[in-house]
């Protein structure tokens, strides 16, 4: 299927995907980045699913989640009457369970269910056997359970069931997982977690402060950016998958299932602005934990309880979705040096601050340490914002935000009465803003660049503005966004670099890599709110609408966008695109 075709339910601990026919391709257990027990979604289903539908029809005649939850409702009309299949994930006491419950609307409908369980993404086959009525899956260090009263036949390592259900009948089956050394964990009551679920999330929905005109699109985005919330430390995930492509048949297939500083910070402003402060709180204590050490040992990212080493590798033996091979697991970027996240950091701080975070003497000590490392290594080259596999480069958007940086502890010492060398900060804060105006800038073609003395342009250019580096009405920030439209934007979308595309063997000079990508929407979301500040409101507020328009039936979004095949591409549902959604929503309200 479509990568939109998939809609995601999960328990803030980890997710799954569940596609328009009714089938989890995808659920990763324990946590968001243990190996997974369902994989289909990057192989085939050799490597694991579980369908659940009425016998013969695949994809459903309408699909929604209940309200403004995370409890999907699936629903199929036949020839012999109405079901629905609800699907959800219940916020975890212990073990994780995925519940999925057939509901009979009206008339009788055949139902059938298959369900291969693949531990370790796909390779082991679990030894199933039949205890007191219910199935019971082991393989190495993964145990599952299966409770339904529908008898599920095994043979040729799946099994099978089919049954039928008549209008006001519900028919449950509980997924669960444990560590296979410990005992059968308790069983739970469906019908009950149902209805706590529904009311937890409709009670965490109803605390959004936004009131504007996009309000259900920027209330499914905060949920979606809750539900990659890990929730035991605060860590937000990037996506709950890898190796979703970024361009079909292609290598650029990244593993997102962990927390990038960049990502959660952007998260975490756009949490505070829509009223959610309690989420920023629980972020901070992650982040604290996760960079405590040596200012010098900071990473870009982490694994979703801080952890460091995060090896990149391939898993062979999956073909990858629709053949975009290799599958990755772990992710390289941790080593990178990306400057722009001391930016990020101190800036969602300052902003959550206030936004009415209380303080943290301790937070505050270590933000000073970290910029005192920083303050001497600002002006190194980086692999910056969009992690290039190529040569380091002076990054312009790394040195705004590194201004950004300086900005915000002038800031927090100005405005929230916090202790500390301000004359420091300001004095750094002038010496990055004027060698971006001296080596960033080209001033025959009235636009900053990608990198310092590079002809290349690049969408993160749009941040200028946004970030308070320059004035909207300044004519080298008009002049940029200018550019950006007239070099970078095709069918309707910003790209974020030129690529190289048209000859997919060759390897890009800026991010080392062959081959092209979609649009990756979080940059045409900066131009919807760079047209707003520059007082194009109505091209921005029509850019957004288009963008807004492109969430799948449930209100999802990956990571890019392809203009020609209008498909979704990329990592999904992806955080970064979500985000600013949500930013540029409260932008545009004014």
Not at 198 to 211: D, T
Not at 549 to 574: C, K, M, S
Request: charged letters at 25%; proline letters at 6%.
């Amino acid at each position: 299927m479509r990568i939109e075709d998939y809609a995601l339910v999960g328990d803030m601990q980890s997710a799954a995907l569940v596609g328009r026919n009714g089938s989890v391709d995808w659920l990763c257990l324990p946590r968001f980045d243990s190996p997974s027990c369902f994989a289909r979604l990057l192989g085939d289903e050799s490597n694991g699913f579980w369908r659940l539908a009425p016998t013969g029809h695949e994809e459903a005649t309408r699909r929604a989640y209940a309200g403004d939850t995370l409890v999907l409702e699936t629903v199929w009309e036949t020839p012999t009457g109405a079901v629905k299949v609800i699907d959800f994930m219940p916020p975890r006491s212990a073990n994780p369970d995925l519940v999925r419950i057939v509901e009979g609307l009206s008339g009788t409908v055949e139902m059938s269910t298959e369900i291969r369980i693949r531990f370790d993404y796909g390779r082991i086959v679990p030894w199933v056997r039949r205890t007191g009525g219910h199935l019971h899956a082991v393989g190495g260090p993964d145990s599952v359970w299966i409770h339904s009263p529908v008898h599920l036949q095994g043979g040729d390592y799946r099994h099978e069931a089919t049954f039928s259900v008549s209008a006001g009948e519900r028919v449950p089956f509980m997924f669960t997982w444990h560590p296979s050394h410990h005992p059968e964990p308790e069983r739970i009551d469906p019908l009950e977690q149902l209805r706590e679920t529904v009311a937890m999330w409709e009670a965490w929905s109803s605390r959004c402060g936004y009131r504007g005109p996009w309000r259900d699109a920027v209330v499914r985005s905060l949920i979606t950016l809750k539900a990659l919330t890990y929730s035991p430390t605060g860590g937000i995930v990037a996506a709950p998958t890898t190796s979703l492509p970024e361009h079909l048949g292609g290598v650029r297939n990244w593993d997102y299932r962990y927390c990038w500083l960049r990502d959660a910070a952007m998260t975490l402003d756009a949490l505070t602005g829509s009223g959610y402060v309690e989420e920023a709180d629980a972020w901070r204590s992650w982040l604290l934990r996760a960079i405590a050490g040596r200012p010098e040992d900071i990473q870009v990212l982490y694994g979703v309880a801080g952890e460091r080493r995060l090896p990149e590798t391939t898993l062979d033996w999956l073909s990858g979705y629709e053949g975009s091979r290799p599958v990755r697991i772990g992710n390289g970027a941790a080593t990178q040096l990306q400057l722009d996240i001391y930016g990020e950091v101190v800036s969602a701080l300052y902003e959550a601050r206030k936004q009415g975070m209380p303080p943290d003497d301790h937070a505050w000590a270590m933000i000073t340490a970290v910029m005192r490392f920083f303050e001497h290594n600002w002006d190194r080259p980086d692999e910056g914002l969009w992690e290039v596999r190529g040569p380091r480069r002076h990054f312009v958007h790394s040195k705004v935000m590194a201004w950004v940086a300086a900005d915000r502890m002038v800031r927090v010492i100005e405005e929230l009465g916090r202790k500390g060398d301000v004359e420091r900060w300001r004095g750094l804060r002038d010496r990055i803003h004027m060698e971006v105006c001296e080596k960033g800038y080209d001033p025959v073609r009235n636009t900053f660049t990608q990198s310092y003395g590079s002809q290349e342009l690049d969408a993160a250019l749009l941040q200028i503005p946004i970030v308070g580096f320059l004035p909207p009405d300044d004519p080298r920030v008009t002049g940029t966004i200018d550019a950006v439209e007239r070099e970078l934007m095709t069918d309707g979308f910003v790209l974020r670099y030129p690529t190289a595309e048209h000859n997919p063997a060759e390897h890009n000079p800026v991010d080392g890599l062959p081959g092209g990508e979609g649009a990756f929407l979080a940059c045409s979301f900066w131009l919807a709110e760079a047209r707003a500040l520059t007082g194009r409101h109505h091209e921005a507020n029509q850019l957004f609408q288009h963008l807004v328009n492109l969430t799948n039936d449930v209100g999802l979004l990956a990571e890019e966008y392809d203009p020609r095949t209008h498909r979704q591409l990329g990592n999904f549902p992806q955080a970064f695109s979500h985000i600013h959604l949500i930013r540029t929503a409260l932008a545009l309200r004014g």
